[in-house]
């Protein structure tokens, strides 16, 4: 057998894992708990390199607190529910289920044999009908709060996909998944009140901060988009328009009213003005754009006259009203005062439709733009001019001051607004968990009673998934006929399916008791458990994912389901993995398998390469590493200590070289358990690779055996195993321990072996010794030259002479050897 045989090792060690149930949380252990979870992937295919680096990263994690004596809950599922199952039933023919969960076990072996340290007891798959009724039941716990409610809602449509799509999932206008162009459709869908813990959302971050990426939390903050300021009451015609605006200061700046298209008074103003015509084309051709790049910064602005003016009432003034691509009706009231001179998007449509600026605040210290000539805004803070009553205020008092006097006529009121918009749930698709609701005419929207639950997905051979324009669900008759849970009367189930995202808001808590079948989690798991100590995932989650997670915690804490507010304690994301500078991609030829990684050098080289490769924060250009590298540095540790093991106790008089391996042992322990801390585990590899190669010199080089060498290369085992763990178990095998690494304690260092001792070492000029200089042990030659070129005796002697030689032995002696210059 070869020093290191990966093909022979992981398997045998994987094996001894399971047979021991190495990694299943003890329920009823007295250690303390730490709760390690990933973000648990979607099965499409194989595990993809991005996979390789995310689990890595939490492997790491759990197995570092397993060896800080911790009982470690690290579980594995899958968010099985999604639409490239439903494509690949429509495709190819496949049954949705099938193909989900042979790509869940196709996952499963190429986990196993990375040697993940996962609790298989407590896997789950949200596609199961055992999770899904519980996905049910949380939906039925928020409707009968009132957070749950059904709404009718202009949504993007893909037409091939036939579904709704979030804007984050279209592309260029394009769905993501198909590419086909998307286009808005006005459906009855269900939504979740979000906006309801809008404030919370943004002010439990307090808890987070310092625990959290602060990318990520400034991410969130701007999605929610708090923001103070007014609505203020415009008229068109006999018409009452609320207006929301953070600048009620700048009101006397207004010089025209834009609303968006889809503003539900649009068209009657438009026919009022003579315009429906224009307006119906003009609204077909806003429609066929998504909402993201209506807003581009950089896009041009398409608006339409109406043909009405709004009144300003702050002076009386009659604006004109245009209906404007970059208006949304998901924010504020759908209509806006707009104020050229001070906000860009404004000024850009001003230039484009030829309407008159006017500048209001002036900038502090600077002159008034002029603003027949000005191509940027005069945005930021300033003294209020052209303002009537109002002039020389600063502009938050005057901001103040406006709306306390709007207020005061009826005209207006301080407020409070968000971006944040409700979360549209609704998906007109199959593969995922059926709404538990029944319409009833009799009765109306009626919950199906927990005992009922779940409500199956019907059998795949019983949908239509032809394109039909209803959601698939709707299809199936033996499912869609119902009797009313209330009067018994004939009903229709609901046939919509929840967004995925509803499934992976809660699955954390399942996780802590996932066999229970009478509650969705069990009060006592989840308080031993929860909240999760370390959340590691991709930043793409930064916003969605995290958010409706953080939303779903605080909803079952005010039903009094659980007894925190946020889920994870800490949050650690890793960057991408790329090739060339470009995402990894079939169509690209730049794809990397792991599987063939894992073939030719072993998981363990793998996952080492992976967290070698730079800070887990940065993307991993996979072009720039070597597994070949890595794989000789596994290989050589693996010989050094069959050399070791092979070689006889050192001499006595090798008692200094072993007390410098033991100092140097107890540095790299003192630092690699300071870089695990931190998520530093290219520098933590590094320091370890150091420390093989101060083993291997006092091996080979001075022929040191016995406690020193023994003792680095266990620290070595211990502190590789949670990155490289199966060639650990391994090295600790052969170096006479019969337990596994995994479950042995951290090593501790020694305070008393940090401290650095100095030597005296004579410092001679032509052989003659000139002084005496202190230097620490190891000290390069650089740095005692240096330290010898301060002493005045030394310069002395160097006068008017060049050094043409040094002469260092290493903590003994340094000779310069000169000629006159």
């Not at 649009?266 to 209506?294: M, N």
Request: charged share 25%; with cysteine.
């Amino acid at each position: 057998m070869s020093a290191y045989d990966p093909h022979e090792i992981e398997p045998r060690w994987e094996k001894a894992w399971e047979d021991a149930r190495l990694f299943v949380a003890d329920e009823r252990s007295d250690k303390p708990p730490f709760y390690a979870l990933h973000m648990f992937p979607y099965p499409s295919g194989d595990l993809h390199m991005g996979h390789v680096e995310a689990f890595s990263l939490a492997d790491a994690v759990a197995r570092y607190q397993r060896l800080q004596g911790r009982e470690v809950m690290n579980p594995i599922g899958w968010d099985s529910f999604g639409l490239p199952a439903e494509n690949a039933a429509i495709s190819r023919g496949a049954d949705p289920e099938a193909w989900t969960y042979a790509n869940i076990e196709t996952h499963a072996a190429t986990m196993r044999r990375m040697g993940f340290a996962w609790d298989w007891s407590r896997r789950l798959h949200t596609s199961d009908p055992e999770y899904y009724k519980w996905t049910q039941w949380l939906f039925i716990q928020l409707y009968e709060a009132g957070w749950a409610y059904r709404a009718q809602a202009d949504v993007n449509w893909c037409p091939n996909d036939q579904t709704v799509l979030a804007n984050e999932q279209v592309i260029d206008g394009r769905c993501e998944r198909c590419d086909t162009v998307v286009t808005k459709k006005s459906l009855t869908q269900w939504f979740l009140k979000i906006t309801d813990f809008a404030d919370r959302l943004l002010s439990d971050m307090d808890q987070l901060t310092g625990t959290w990426p602060e990318r990520v939390l400034t991410l969130q903050r701007n999605w929610i988009g708090r923001s103070e300021g007014a609505e203020v009451t415009f008229t068109v015609g006999d018409e009452e328009v609320v207006v929301y605006t953070t600048r009620p200061d700048t009101l006397y700046g207004a010089t025209f009213f834009v609303v968006a298209p889809e503003h539900p008074s649009a068209r009657e103003w438009a026919a009022r003005g003579g315009v429906a015509d224009e307006f119906d084309a003009f609204l077909r051709r806003v429609q066929a754009r998504t909402d993201v790049d209506r807003q581009a910064a950089d896009a041009s602005k398409d608006g339409l006259f109406l043909g009405v003016h709004a009144v300003n009432p702050v002076n009386g003034e009659q604006l004109p009203v245009y209906a404007a691509d970059y208006v949304l009706m998901g924010y504020g009231t759908g209509a806006i005062m707009c104020v050229p001179g001070h906000d860009q998007r404004d000024l850009d449509f001003a230039r484009q439709y030829d309407l008159p600026v006017r500048i209001v605040i002036r900038p502090e210290g600077d002159d008034l733009p002029d603003p027949r000539t000005m191509s940027v805004a005069a945005a930021g803070d300033g003294l209020v001019v052209n303002s009537g009553a109002y002039d020389g205020l600063g502009w938050r008092e005057a901001k103040q001051r406006i709306t306390d006097d709007l207020a005061d006529r009826g005209l207006g009121r301080h407020a409070v607004n968000y971006r944040l918009r409700d979360w549209l749930i609704s998906r007109q698709r199959y593969w995922g968990a059926p709404i538990p609701i029944i319409h009833c005419a009799a009765c109306g929207e009626v919950a199906v009673p927990v005992d009922d639950l779940p409500v199956r997905l019907p059998d795949a051979n019983e949908i239509d998934f032809s394109h039909s324009g209803e959601a698939p669900l709707a299809t199936a008759e033996a499912f869609v006929h119902a009797a009313c849970p209330s009067c018994g009367g004939a009903a229709r189930r609901d046939t919509d399916t929840m967004d995925t995202f509803v499934d992976s808001s809660w699955y954390y808590l399942r996780y802590c008791s996932p066999h229970r079948d009478d509650v969705a989690f069990s009060a006592d798991a989840v308080a031993r458990w929860m909240p999760v100590d370390q959340y590691t995932g991709g930043i793409e989650h930064a916003i969605l994912h995290l958010l409706y997670s953080r939303f779903f915690t605080k909803a079952l804490h005010d039903l009094g389901h659980v007894d925190f507010v946020e889920p994870f304690t800490r949050l650690k994301s890793q960057g991408q993995v790329i090739m060339d500078g470009a995402a990894m991609s079939k169509s690209r030829g730049n794809l990397v398998e792991p599987r063939g990684i894992i073939d030719e050098y072993g998981a363990d080289t793998l996952r080492a390469t992976m967290l070698f490769a730079g800070p887990i924060e940065d993307d991993v250009d996979w072009a720039d590493v070597s597994t070949t590298g890595m794989f000789k540095f596994l290989s050589r540790l693996t010989r050094l200590t069959d050399e070791h093991v092979a070689s006889p106790a050192g001499p006595a008089a090798e008692a200094a070289a072993d007390e410098d391996l033991r100092r140097a042992t107890h540095r790299t322990i003192r630092d690699v358990t300071a870089d695990f801390d931190a998520f530093k585990y290219n520098t933590a590899l590094a320091k370890l690779m150091a420390l093989t190669n101060e083993v291997s010199a006092a091996i080979r080089e001075r022929g040191q055996g016995g406690d020193g060498p023994q003792h680095a290369l266990e620290v070595i085992a211990i502190m590789l195993s949670p990155v490289a763990p199966h060639v650990a178990e391994e090295i600790w095998n052969r170096l006479g321990h019969h337990g596994f690494v995994a479950e042995q304690r951290w090593p501790e260092y020694d305070d008393s072996l940090l401290v650095e001792h100095t030597l005296e070492v004579p410092v001679q000029v032509d052989g003659r010794v000139r002084d005496t200089i202190s230097i620490t042990a190891g000290a390069s030659q650089d740095d005692v030259v240096a330290l010898a070129q301060q002493s005045d005796n030394v310069r002395r002697h160097l006068a008017d002479r060049e050094t043409v030689k040094l002469i260092w032995v290493p903590d003994r002696l340094l000779n310069l050897v000169t000629r006159p210059a």
